[in-house]
């Protein structure tokens, strides 16, 4: 993994090493703090950014494009709010996605399988174990923006989210977010609203460069990437990990994510 992955700076091939619990104790005060933390240069840019190269025929050729209208929650409705609540606003959303079945052998795949790199979320996000995916479309998915798309508004379902950018584009792009907004035992809707008509001044942006990894707390956190400008696109790699082993998407989740389910 030394090839693909800086792990002399972040030494995570090393759990319980003083140098690995540092790396795990600054990452926890990060999540703690922002409700995230960044490792810049975490993948060798110039292998992110050839991975970014190699996906580009893919991505003509073989992607999904999923286009939709939603509201933060990607809910039709809540019980709890009119239809017309301004915390039930709809946004446009647009990206070209490839699953893990369409990058065997790539660096994402690789990292995605690697125990060490589980071993060291979890021990980041203080919980007991993580396990990959058994899902063979599911585990890492590879999104592309290209200019006027955009990953809107939006709440995730799972706790923590796991990204590494592969490209940046010329322009936009940027990871808007704003930590902490809900919990569970207060949904804040009138705070939500606020973030949606712009008048939440602690909303942040975040600019991440090639082989960046980016983990945080997207349940809670409502996040967005700003709209993409120029001729080269965002790509951005996401990982899913859960606390038992053998999760996979049903078929329905499969075609609504990804346009099929084989």
Not at 60 to 73: A, D, L, V
Not at 122 to 148: F, I, R, T, W
Request: glycine share 6%; proline share 7%.
């Amino acid at each position: 993994m030394h090839s693909i992955l800086d792990l002399d700076t972040y030494p995570i091939d090393k759990p319980q090493t003083p140098a690995w619990q540092a790396l795990v104790d600054q990452c926890r005060a990060e999540l703690a703090a922002d409700g995230m933390f960044t490792l810049p240069g975490f993948m060798h840019p110039q292998i992110a950014e050839q991975a970014a190269h190699d996906l580009a025929p893919k991505f003509e050729t073989e992607s999904f494009r999923h286009e939709r209208t939603h509201n933060i929650y990607f809910l039709k409705s809540l019980p709890a709010l009119a239809d017309d609540h301004p915390a039930l606003s709809q946004f446009q959303t647009s990206n070209d996605t490839l699953c893990l079945d369409q990058m065997a052998g790539s660096a994402m795949a690789r990292l995605y399988a690697w125990p060490d790199f589980a071993t060291f979320l979890a021990a980041a996000m203080e919980m007991p174990v993580l396990y990959p995916m058994a899902d063979p479309l599911a585990g890492v998915n590879v999104m592309s923006y290209q200019q006027g798309q955009a990953l809107n508004w939006h709440f995730d379902r799972s706790e923590f989210t796991t990204t590494l950018l592969l490209q940046a584009p010329e322009q936009g792009g940027d990871f808007i977010y704003r930590t902490d907004l809900r919990h569970a035992d207060d949904p804040n809707y009138d705070g939500v609203a606020r973030l949606l008509n712009g008048h939440d001044p602690e909303v942040r942006s975040l600019t991440l460069t090639p082989g960046s990894l980016n983990v945080f707390r997207g349940k809670n956190t409502p996040h967005r990437v700003a709209d993409v400008a120029g001729a080269k696109a965002r790509v951005i790699s996401v990982y899913s990990y859960f606390d038992r082993p053998g999760v996979v998407f049903s078929d329905e989740e499969r075609i609504g994510f990804y346009g099929r389910s084989q």
